[in-house]
């Protein structure tokens, strides 16, 4: 239900594609004289709250966290829009437990 009505939120909102990565994991980030992003297998086009979202639940950022990322990622070209990023936070959330049940009882196959 919390997935179905975070849907709904977003629906409100004009989608912001861009091409992103979605699975932005600690281990799919290297840290060093540059930031990198690492394994594209699930890359595709999508609207842009996906991918800060996960970065928002990954690193567990608390709401002063969350704020200066934001801030510092759209500078002062938009206001953030948290509605929409907290319906994302939801989705992710879900997505990830789905497919972490599916894989514990191997409906899921990493080697295909």
Same mark, same amino acid.
């Given at each position: ?9 977003? %629906? ?15 281990? @799919? ?6 930031? %990198? ?24 950022? @608390? ?50």
């Amino acid at each position: 239900k919390k997935a179905y009505e975070a849907f709904k939120v977003i %629906e409100r909102y004009p989608p912001e594609y861009v091409l992103a990565h979605n699975d932005l994991h600690p281990k @799919n980030i290297l840290f060093g004289k540059k930031i %990198e992003f690492i394994d594209w297998e699930y890359a595709g086009v999508t609207d842009r709250y996906f991918d800060l979202a996960a970065i928002v639940v990954e690193f567990k950022f @608390n709401k002063k966290d969350e704020k200066r990322f934001l801030q510092t990622y759209f500078g002062r070209q938009k206001k953030v829009n948290y509605k929409k990023l907290e319906a994302y936070k939801t989705v992710y959330t879900t997505l990830w437990t789905v497919w972490f049940y599916k894989l514990e009882r191997g409906q899921i196959n990493l080697a295909t």
